[in-house]
Structures are given as C-alpha cells and as structure tokens.
C-alpha cells in the first residue's frame, strides 16, 4: 500500500514494514516475523525491482517481530543493516534487547511464540546514532526513543513530514497510543521519547501496529 509517493507500507499478520523507494535503492524499515521475508520480496518485485535493489535495511528494535525475517532478507538481497548498537548486539545474539517477564495466559502466549517464531541471528553492518542524517526521502533522521526496548530508534524525514515510530507508538481507532507496559523496558524513558516525537512535528506517523496515522499533529498521547 503506498501511503504517499515513494513510501509503501507492507503490511504483515501482526506488524507493519515500510519501503522506501529512492532514485538510487530501497530502503525497508523492520522485517517482520520469521518468513515474512518472502512477503516483502514479493511486494518488491510486484513494484518492478529486484530483490537486489533494496540496498538499506533500518530496524527500530530487536523484538522477534521486527527482526524475525532479517537474516533471511540479508541473504536475499544482500542489503546492509543498519541498527543501533544496543539492539545490534542483542540481533547478533538472536533474541531481544530487554527481557519480559509476562505473567497468566500471556506467559503461554509467549511460550508458543518462542516455538514456533525462531529468530536467526544477523549482522548488524553499521551503528545508527541519534541525530544522524541517512541519504533516504532527501534526509531521514535517526531519532533515539528508548524505553520500549533499551536502544529503540524512530525515524523522521522532514522533507515530506513522516514519522516512522516502531513500537514507540501504535495506532488504533485513528489515535496514536503508548506501547502496553507488559513490553516497555522503561516507562518513564518511553514517556519521554514520546513527548520528543510530538514535537517533531509529523504529519504522518507510521507505527509498526496499527493504521497509518494522517494529520498527525496533536495526535501523540499526553504522557
């Protein structure tokens, strides 16, 4: 689905992966669950590239859903991964950044996830900082958000006003709304990169879950 020229949103059973389609290469930001891979080839050679033409892979955070179809995806298309240094050690590693510790029926939905969504580890070719200008929709910040996951990055293109927020935020029923504390690493840091988000002033907020966010501006959550 594209959201505005040159910038798709490839939705997946549970989270959202973008593309980005500059001049030069594609940039994906997030891969999904283990075999969504296959997914995100398919909607790159459906737009009339090829798999080697996505050249940038950007990830917010090592959550089984957002990295679970990275190695595979690096493989297929040789791209290079970007992320930032404490989620690229834990990629490298093969599990997530922070640990939960859920409790009740969500402690056996997270045992059933870890059978049957096995996270090969991958590289991590290059550390992403805050403030860092990627060459991707004529400038695409790095923005550090943690506090969801302890090295959890957004990312914001000012030229054309779009927030990519990861799991720092989601959408439903058109509002934009914290991430549930059951898998926040630190509530008060992701308060805050909440409140810095709002600030930027997007336009656009494209969360990993949920709607794409339009008219976004006095959307964000009061934390």
């Given at each position: 689905?594209?959201?505005?020229?040159?910038?798709?949103?490839?939705p997946?059973?549970?989270v959202?992966?973008?593309?980005?389609?500059?001049?030069?290469?594609?940039?994906?930001?997030?891969?999904?669950?283990?075999?969504?891979?296959?997914?995100?080839?398919?909607?790159?050679?459906?737009?009339?590239?090829?798999?080697?033409?996505?050249?940038?892979?950007?990830?917010?955070?090592?959550?089984?859903?957002?990295?679970?179809?990275?190695?595979?995806?690096?493989e297929?298309?040789?791209?290079?991964?970007?992320?930032?240094e404490?989620?690229?050690?834990?990629?490298?590693?093969?599990?997530?950044?922070?640990?939960?510790?859920?409790?009740?029926?969500?402690?056996?939905?997270?045992?059933?996830?870890?059978?049957?969504?096995?996270?090969?580890?991958?590289?991590?070719?290059?550390?992403?900082?805050?403030?860092?200008?990627?060459?991707?929709?004529?400038?695409?910040?790095?923005?550090?958000?943690?506090?969801?996951?302890?090295?959890?990055?957004?990312?914001?293109?000012?030229?054309?006003?779009i927030?990519?927020?990861?799991?720092?935020?989601?959408?439903?029923?058109?509002k934009?709304?914290?991430?549930?504390?059951?898998?926040?690493?630190?509530?008060?840091?992701?308060?805050?990169?909440?409140?810095l988000?709002a600030?930027?002033?997007?336009?656009?907020v494209?969360?990993?879950?949920g709607?794409?966010?339009?008219?976004?501006?006095?959307?964000?959550?009061?934390?």
């Amino acid at each position: 689905m594209e959201i505005v020229p040159n910038v798709h949103c490839i939705p997946g059973a549970v989270v959202n992966c973008f593309l980005i389609v500059d001049s030069d290469a594609l940039t994906l930001i997030d891969t999904g669950f283990p075999g969504n891979d296959k997914r995100i080839v398919k909607y790159i050679v459906d737009l009339g590239h090829k798999p080697g033409d996505l050249r940038r892979i950007l990830i917010t955070h090592s959550d089984t859903d957002h990295v679970g179809g990275l190695a595979a995806l690096r493989e297929a298309t040789g791209a290079r991964v970007c992320a930032s240094e404490a989620e690229a050690k834990a990629i490298a590693e093969g599990h997530s950044s922070r640990q939960i510790k859920p409790s009740g029926f969500r402690r056996i939905q997270f045992a059933i996830a870890r059978i049957f969504f096995k996270v090969r580890p991958a590289i991590v070719d290059e550390f992403l900082t805050d403030g860092q200008l990627l060459p991707v929709l004529g400038g695409l910040r790095v923005v550090a958000t943690p506090g969801h996951t302890p090295g959890h990055v957004s990312f914001f293109a000012p030229g054309v006003g779009i927030l990519f927020t990861g799991d720092s935020l989601s959408s439903d029923n058109g509002k934009l709304r914290v991430s549930p504390s059951i898998y926040t690493w630190d509530q008060k840091k992701a308060n805050a990169s909440i409140r810095l988000q709002a600030e930027l002033g997007a336009k656009i907020v494209c969360a990993a879950h949920g709607e794409v966010i339009m008219e976004a501006v006095g959307k964000f959550p009061q934390v």
